[in-house]
């Protein structure tokens, strides 16, 4: 269960010219230190300047916890490796929405409940047919998660969300899915396969994605099990930017689905959700190229060639999903007797690296999205839909934290403030007069 902050006796000192305020001092549940500025301005008139939120913390959170330093990950308590080998993503998606591991016949009942929502209403096909073939997946995804709360206005009432959280939940699981595969079989001029009810979460997009009208796709097991693995190593990861997008969205009282859509367009961009699918090409032009590794670090090194999958804003020593991903692309491609040419590439890219100074002095080691691409690749989902499934294995995570935020007695609108550097009060010059 979450243990509430701590207010220490001690207080930070901030000196102003003549004046001098105590600022109190929170510590979390992990030892976190923290200085409540949030009387600042009202006190002093002074607000702090932190370009990119690295050194301010939104909000108060007991979802998931991670120390970069040491290379840890947890979803609420439970360390990522522990959930990696006994869970599934369901089981993942419930403990961090509802904030315990869930007990017999829970994982069940929120299985039947995405099952019954996961047929997206007919009209939403003319959506569909409205997209040109080369619409990007994720531009699909947000715009269709929108769109789909149109059909469902009884669950738009921020009100009634606790009286319907589960079906909530399950609905945006199971629509998400959904959207995905059909946005595909939009990409590639194919005819939509609906949903089978019998199948379960994983196996049903997969089907969705790549049965045929003329023939049924049945995944293997170990294609199965990756493809859970990656979405529950994706689920979360504390305040990044689709995150925090999710939450700034609903701190004014939107929507569940429009804080979903938004972030999806935040994780959309390269620096963030988009990193997978930079590194695959990555690997592609080293091979098709055939670019000596080497080589390709020095290049690295002299700033002529840009190296993606390396290195995190967070973890400074290793990132605990790349270590799990790395041993699970191996069994998957080894499960499967696949022999992809960019393996051995990335395999010798991360040798050199680990063993270089010119990465160890800077902390650049393969994060989550370096083996994440190549398993993606061995499943048969296309490059551009990289971003996709991470916004799938994101969702519940997205929710957790739009959740949390709803329920916060204390919470208020985010309004950021700024430094205001543009020109002074000026003189207005009538159209006829300016030169």
Known sequence: MPVEEQVMSKTAKLDLGDKTIDLPIIVGSENEHAIDISKLRTETGYITLD?????????????TYIDGEKGILRYRGYPI??????????EVSWLLIFGELPRAGQVDEL????????????DMRHHFEGFP?????????SAMINASSCYHPELLEVKKIEESSLSMVAMLMAKVSTIAAFSYKKSIGEPQRYPDPSLDYCNNFLHCMFSKPYGRYTASPEVVRALDLFLMLHADHEQNC?????????????????S?????????????????????????KIHRDGMDVKQVVERVKNREFKLMGFGHRVYKSSDPRATILKEACDDLLKALGVNDPLLPIAQELEEVARNDDYFLSRNLYPNVDF???IILRTIGIPVEMFTVMFSIGRMPGWI??????????????????QVYTGATERDYVALESRP
Do not use: D
Request: with cysteine.
């Open 51 to 63: 370009n990119g939120f690295g050194n301010t913390g939104a909000c108060k959170s007991a979802v």
């Open 81 to 90: 490796e522990t959930l990696a080998k006994n869970s599934t993503f369901l």
């Open 111 to 122: 299985a039947e409940e995405i099952r019954k929502h996961s047929l997206l209403h007919q």
């Open 133 to 141: 073939a080369t619409a990007h997946p994720m531009a699909v995804l």
């Open 242 to 258: 689709s995150t925090s997008t999710a939450r700034v969205v609903g701190s004014s009282e939107a929507n569940l689905f429009a």
């Open 260 to 284: 979903m859509s938004a972030a999806v367009c935040a994780l959309w961009g390269p620096l963030h959700g988009g990193a997978n699918q930079r590194c695959i090409e990555m690997l592609e």
């Open 371 to 373: 083996y994440s691409g």
């Open 400 to 417: 957790a934290h739009w959740k949390e935020q709803h329920e916060n007695p204390n919470g208020r609108i985010a309004r950021p403030r």
